[in-house]
């Protein structure tokens, strides 16, 4: 099982930095793939960035490439979403998933577990 919680969400002006955490309280967390998606208002959930088990293979949606940085730390349950200069687009909830199947991890439907999500808010 997977209990995941994100925090560290808020509003932060153009240009910006945040950075999201997800934790497992339940204690699987080293045996999934995660991912972060988001969601702005009236869209549907994108992709953002996933990372396997390993921490060894990550991947990211071309509109966050080289601002956003996907990071995992197995100890501590945790999967990191450190967000550099931020966008007005960026804005929207954003949901950290757990995927058993390692695999695909662009892809919503490969996942078994979310969290609650946490708003990202960016000003113009």
């Known amino acids: 099982q997977v209990q995941l919680v994100e925090f560290g969400g808020g509003l932060v002006q153009t240009g910006g930095s945040l950075r999201l955490s997800c934790v497992d309280s339940?204690?699987?967390?080293?045996?999934?793939?995660m991912g972060w998606f988001r969601q702005a208002p009236g869209k549907v959930r994108e992709f953002v960035a996933a990372i396997d088990w390993s921490g060894h293979v990550r991947s990211y949606a071309d509109s966050v490439k080289d601002r956003f940085t996907i990071s995992r730390d197995n100890a501590k349950n945790t999967v990191f979403l450190q967000m550099n200069s931020l966008k007005p687009e960026d804005t929207g909830i954003y949901f950290c998933?757990?995927?058993?199947?390692?695999?695909?991890?662009?892809?919503?439907?490969?996942?078994?577990?979310w969290g609650q999500g946490t708003q990202v808010t960016v000003s113009s």
């Open positions: 998933g757990a995927s058993s199947g390692n695999f695909y991890l662009d892809r919503q439907d490969n996942y078994d577990y």
């Open positions: 339940a204690g699987s967390f080293s045996r999934y793939g």
